[in-house]
């Protein structure tokens, strides 16, 4: 061992070392806690140690939390939770205990529910129509052009006519088909690899298909009657910081309709070229099995929204007054304008006069079908915008939907957010009882259906509403421009029907000469 070795500390000894080092470290922080915990603090004495600091930072921080939060329960309408729905039939009360009326309920929306009775009637078509929240950009709402999501509620599957003399209509049977195996596919609860699991996945799939490349607009056009529409009552919410004139959502409501038509007529062609290749490959590869029937409803649901687009978007008129005419016959107070024809009358006029000119018309022959051509192209649909608070649950419903689809760019509505069974009963919607074998197992599937209806088109309209909000905000001058030219592009058609519209007057009666 050298001289150098000898002189150099031990292992036992730097371990001693340490150790004491690390004890009197130990007491000297001790030390200074016990002091700082003793030794009050005197305001404006000395200066706070670093956790005195936290503890006023997470004191602060608490109490604006707590502020922040009482501000948006003041902000937010105060409701109770929404009465229970039940779409169980009504029974018939019976005469030994009359049922008590009932009180009247609040018109605002203080936890009872407006009564909107949903109509069913085709001649008078009510729809729902929600205003499309708008964008954010770093807190600041951008110039969006207004928009409305337009929904109806899908109707009841058809059923096999019961009267052997009546025959039934092959595209109704068609449609009564697909219905059926629809819904056999949703209820079906067995295994999945069988015959009938791997039929309820290849028509879910073929159901989700259409669900997601289907606008709303389109399934909307696609559920108005075309043949016996006469006016149509669009149910929104009352008010709000960004809500609209009569005129202004009567343009609005036309505007997105005509732009829906032109996008059905493409959707169809584009439908029409690539059944050909769905059917090979439906036969070639059956593995693949649906792609021709995804094609065909596809197909199906676009020319319906587009013969419906053609016969309805152009005769579109504002009702002139205000006010929910509670399917009421038109008088002269709900006046409608009406085109004139080449002779200078009006449509409401040869009808009023149709009598001698359908005998003058018969001795002629081909009367029936020039009326029909004539009335047809006379007719106006008048579009009524009925305000409700009962729509207030549904705008939350789908304010929350576009938030869910971009947080960054639609913020939350914040306070109580409704569900589907909710939403439909301020709708005033309710399952239709009919006289079937199933009737409750018919209940259930219709409730079901709407349902997941609803859903989905609320999804289809937030991801429609963020894609164009994103390329208005990225360039607006171009996404104006390419929807103006559209809209130009689709009212061409229309221009011999709209230069001549002008209030219907009152026609002088006829001189008969003796």
């Known amino acids: 061992m050298s001289r150098f070795e000898e002189h150099m500390p031990s292992t036992a000894d730097d371990e001693r070392l340490a150790r004491m080092l690390q004890s009197e470290w130990e007491n000297e922080e001790q030390s200074r806690a016990e002091n700082r915990q003793i030794t009050p603090v005197a305001t404006g004495s000395a200066p706070l140690s670093v956790t005195e600091d936290e503890k006023l930072a997470r004191k602060l921080q608490a109490e604006w939390n707590r502020e922040r939060l009482e501000d948006s329960r003041a902000a937010a309408p ?63 709402v951008q110039d969006v052009p207004h928009r409305y999501m337009l929904y109806m509620p899908p109707k009841a599957d058809l059923l096999k006519p019961t009267d052997q003399n009546t025959k039934e209509r092959k595209r109704d049977k068609a449609v009564r088909r697909w219905q059926q195996e629809v819904r056999k596919a949703k209820t079906y609860n067995g295994r999945v690899v069988s015959l009938g699991g791997m039929h309820s996945v290849s028509i879910r799939g073929a159901v989700w298909v259409l669900s997601v490349i289907k606008p709303a607009d389109v399934t909307f056009l696609s559920r108005v009657p075309r043949n016996s529409v006469k006016s149509l009552f669009l149910i929104h919410p009352e008010g709000g910081p960004h809500s609209q004139s009569t005129d202004d959502m009567f343009h609005t409501v036309k505007g997105e309709l005509s732009r829906t038509k032109s996008r059905t007529k493409r959707d169809f062609w584009i439908g029409t070229a690539l059944l050909p290749f769905t059917f090979t490959i439906d036969l070639i590869i059956p593995v693949f099995g649906g792609l021709s029937e995804v094609n065909m409803v596809w197909m199906a649901v676009n020319a319906s929204a587009w013969m419906t687009a053609n016969k309805v978007v152009n005769k579109l008129r504002p009702a002139q007054g205000s006010g929910y005419p509670a399917y009421q016959e038109h008088d002269s107070a709900m006046m409608l304008r009406r085109s004139h024809t080449v002779d200078g009358s009006t449509g409401a006029t040869q009808a009023r006069d149709g009598g001698q000119d359908d005998r003058q018309v018969d001795e002629k022959g081909g009367a029936k079908k020039k009326k029909k051509d004539a009335d047809d192209k006379d007719k106006t649909i008048q579009m009524v915008f009925q305000p409700s608070p009962a729509m207030d649950l549904m705008r939350r419903y789908v304010e929350e939907a576009c938030h869910k689809r971009n947080p960054d760019v639609f913020p939350s509505p914040g306070g109580y957010v409704p569900g589907e069974a909710e939403v439909l009963a301020s709708m005033g919607w309710s399952p239709e009882h009919r006289e079937v074998a199933d009737a409750e197992q018919d209940v259930a599937w219709q409730i079901r259906k709407v349902t997941e209806d609803l859903r989905e088109a609320t999804t289809r309209a937030a991801k429609s509403w963020d894609s164009w909000a994103r390329k208005c905000m990225k360039n607006p001058n171009k996404a104006r421009d390419k929807e103006q030219g559209n809209l130009e592009t689709d009212d061409s058609g229309s221009e011999g029907e709209d230069e001549d519209w002008k209030p219907e007057l009152p026609r002088r009666p006829p001189v008969v000469y003796k």
Do not use: E, H
Request: hydrophobic share 35%; no cysteine.
């Open 78 to 140: 105060v409701r109770t939770p929404p009465k229970q729905v039940s779409f169980a039939s009504p029974a018939a009360p019976t005469p030994a205990s009359p049922t008590p009326a009932a009180p009247p309920q609040d018109a605002q929306m203080s936890g009872a529910l407006p009564d909107i009775q949903y109509s069913r009637d085709t001649t008078r078509v009510m729809a729902y129509m929600i205003p499309l929240p708008q964008p954010l950009k770093n807190g600041v």
